[in-house]
């Protein structure tokens, strides 16, 4: 097992991208061309990285170079570390000391996403050195990349406990449903009642705390039902629903729905929403770049909709042109929690 040993690894980013090129290609002569090294020096490289780590990476054959099971985790291991190598270098190279640097942001699936790409556009309008890097997963997922530093910002969906971070509430939340074929039985009701789900053949999230709010909702715990498949993400659920398994509840706005497609989405009854809550460490020193860009997410909500369980960021970490915007940020936005529709905040970079 990996570090069975609880020493220090000292290695060198390089042998990382060795590494990698290596589990890219399956092959360590197509990656030693890509790498424009010797074979027999990147070969040298990854035995003493496997002797440094004291376990196998990779399985070698005539055909082909495979990860093992140590070589699967410590290649997810690798790319978190060139993540965030590449993202420090990223924020030292502006010319000036000009705002420069990577955002990572992830977390779930939800069209009210838009409202963070806006405050993205407009960072990026001021100051374009900036950039930004997406994942999509769900809360533990996220959470787990956002602790080991991947991840600057996660994006939490509720039901969802954020007690350790700090948080801003967005004005916005998604309203849980059903998505199913437009020739379901269930397709001519315009709301769909726990009853209605009672012995349906159901598609449901993973998580753990979504599985308590749908059993609270129906009156029942929702997993005696007919759980056809679990899933973190809608994409492979929707598939599924296509092929007419089952029922997926899940939000609304993020499988395709339109009027030529096979899918159509009904709301809940009793109706069940969901509150949006953007997270960052408590600890955690923030880049200029990310502190720029939550002051100017901050400024696109208006100050009486907000309900941030800690507004404190470092102001050590916080540029004069952030500090300038966040002094702006009870400038009144146009996002709010009925509407989609927003015009430019008063931000200025």
Same mark, same amino acid.
């Given at each position: 097992m990996l570090y069975k040993h609880d020493k220090m690894l000292l290695m060198e980013l390089r042998v990382l991208r060795y590494f990698l090129a290596v589990a890219k290609e399956g092959s360590v002569s197509r990656a030693a061309t890509a790498l424009h090294v010797t074979q027999p020096t990147l070969s040298r490289q990854i035995m003493n990285l496997e002797d440094e780590l004291g376990t196998q990476l990779f399985r070698r054959s005539t055909r082909a170079?495979? #990860?093992?099971?140590?070589?699967?985790?410590?290649?997810?291991?690798?790319?978190?570390?060139?993540?965030?190598?590449? @993202?420090? @270098?990223?924020?030292?190279? $502006?010319?000036?000391?000009?705002?420069?640097?990577t955002i990572a942001v992830g977390g779930a699936e939800t069209p009210c996403f838009s409202l963070l790409a806006k405050a993205a556009k407009y960072v990026r309008e001021n100051h374009?050195?900036?950039?930004?890097?997406?994942?999509?997963?769900?809360?533990?997922?996220?959470?787990?990349?956002?602790?080991? $530093? =991947?991840?600057?910002?996660? #994006?939490?969906?509720?039901?969802?406990? =954020?007690?350790?971070?700090?948080? #801003?509430?967005?004005?916005?939340?998604?309203?849980?449903?059903?998505?199913?074929?437009?020739?379901?039985?269930?397709?001519?009701?315009?709301?769909?009642?726990?009853?209605?789900?009672?012995?349906?053949?159901?598609?449901?999230?993973?998580?753990?705390? =979504?599985?308590?709010?749908?059993?609270?909702?129906?009156?029942?715990?929702?997993?005696?039902?007919?759980? =056809?498949?679990?899933?973190?993400?809608?994409y492979h659920l929707a598939l599924m629903v296509q092929q007419n398994l089952g029922y997926a509840v899940t939000l609304d706005g993020i499988a395709p729905t339109g009027p030529r497609g096979p899918l159509l989405f009904r709301p809940l009854s009793p109706k069940l929403e969901a509150s949006l809550h953007l997270a960052w460490l408590k600890s955690r020193p923030m880049s200029r770049a990310a502190a720029e860009w939550l002051a100017c997410l901050k400024s696109m909500i208006p100050h009486g909709a907000r309900n941030e369980k800690s507004s404190r960021i470092a102001q050590n970490s916080i540029p004069r042109k952030t500090t300038d915007s966040a002094a702006r940020e009870n400038v009144p936005g146009t996002t709010t929690a009925t509407s989609h529709r927003r015009h430019a905040p008063r931000y200025k970079g």
């Amino acid at each position: 097992m990996l570090y069975k040993h609880d020493k220090m690894l000292l290695m060198e980013l390089r042998v990382l991208r060795y590494f990698l090129a290596v589990a890219k290609e399956g092959s360590v002569s197509r990656a030693a061309t890509a790498l424009h090294v010797t074979q027999p020096t990147l070969s040298r490289q990854i035995m003493n990285l496997e002797d440094e780590l004291g376990t196998q990476l990779f399985r070698r054959s005539t055909r082909a170079t495979t #990860l093992t099971e140590d070589g699967v985790y410590f290649r997810r291991r690798a790319e978190e570390i060139m993540a965030l190598a590449d @993202a420090t @270098a990223h924020e030292f190279r $502006g010319e000036d000391n000009e705002l420069a640097g990577t955002i990572a942001v992830g977390g779930a699936e939800t069209p009210c996403f838009s409202l963070l790409a806006k405050a993205a556009k407009y960072v990026r309008e001021n100051h374009p050195g900036v950039n930004f890097r997406l994942y999509s997963g769900n809360a533990n997922d996220a959470a787990e990349r956002m602790e080991s $530093g =991947v991840l600057d910002f996660a #994006l939490f969906i509720d039901p969802v406990d =954020v007690s350790r971070y700090e948080t #801003l509430m967005l004005p916005l939340k998604d309203t849980w449903g059903v998505l199913m074929r437009k020739d379901s039985p269930l397709a001519e009701h315009a709301r769909i009642t726990p009853a209605m789900l009672h012995g349906k053949p159901l598609l449901l999230s993973s998580q753990s705390q =979504v599985e308590a709010l749908l059993s609270n909702w129906m009156g029942s715990d929702i997993t005696r039902q007919t759980i =056809v498949a679990c899933g973190n993400l809608l994409y492979h659920l929707a598939l599924m629903v296509q092929q007419n398994l089952g029922y997926a509840v899940t939000l609304d706005g993020i499988a395709p729905t339109g009027p030529r497609g096979p899918l159509l989405f009904r709301p809940l009854s009793p109706k069940l929403e969901a509150s949006l809550h953007l997270a960052w460490l408590k600890s955690r020193p923030m880049s200029r770049a990310a502190a720029e860009w939550l002051a100017c997410l901050k400024s696109m909500i208006p100050h009486g909709a907000r309900n941030e369980k800690s507004s404190r960021i470092a102001q050590n970490s916080i540029p004069r042109k952030t500090t300038d915007s966040a002094a702006r940020e009870n400038v009144p936005g146009t996002t709010t929690a009925t509407s989609h529709r927003r015009h430019a905040p008063r931000y200025k970079g």
